[in-house]
């Protein structure tokens, strides 16, 4: 009798922590590609390394230019709806910046949608720009829609 409320408790605890361990997992996926449109816009993918802790690649244009981005990005699940996902964070990016070679650092802020049914993320981001190197200048109304496919490797 002793043996087999062991065994209950132990499959019960096992049962648990495996739905425990499915619950925290904070994307519901590891790669997304596509594309921005607004003040800058252009090709982004993202991808996850870690549990909510991803990194976009951007290649945005915009009137001061072509822009290449490396940006960490920290995703949040705020409400009970996992499709829905906050993230903010930021890095470098290079460029052109008044038709000179630039370098800049940018934030990033947004809030993006997992689709359930299709393999598509949409997201509403904001991304300041400062540029620090060659010409001094920040762009404040980085405001964009971007539409990705997500997939795994």
């Given amino acids: 009798m002793q043996l087999s409320r062991n065994i209950s408790l132990t499959g019960t605890c096992l049962c648990l922590l495996l739905l425990l361990t499915t619950a925290l997992r904070g994307q519901e996926y590891d790669h997304s590609a ?26 945005l244009y915009n009137r001061n230019g072509l822009n290449f981005s490396i940006l960490y990005q920290h995703q949040v699940i705020p409400f009970r709806n996992k499709r ?13 910046w008044a038709e000179q070679f630039s ?11 997992i689709m359930r049914d299709l393999p598509l993320v949409f997201s509403f981001d904001w991304k300041p720009l400062f540029n620090v190197i060659k010409v001094t200048g920040f762009e404040i109304i980085d405001f964009g829609l971007s539409l990705r496919y997500r997939f795994e490797l």
């Avoid at 829905?84 to 890095?91: M, S, T």
């Fill in 34 to 59: 596509g594309i921005r449109a607004g003040f800058s816009s252009g090709l982004v993918y993202k991808g996850f390394f870690k549990k909510n802790q991803a990194v976009a690649l951007e290649a």
């Fill in 84 to 96: 829905f996902q906050i993230y903010f964070g930021g890095g470098p990016f290079s460029g052109q």
């Fill in 103 to 113: 370098l800049g650092i940018a934030a990033t802020s947004g809030i993006e949608y």
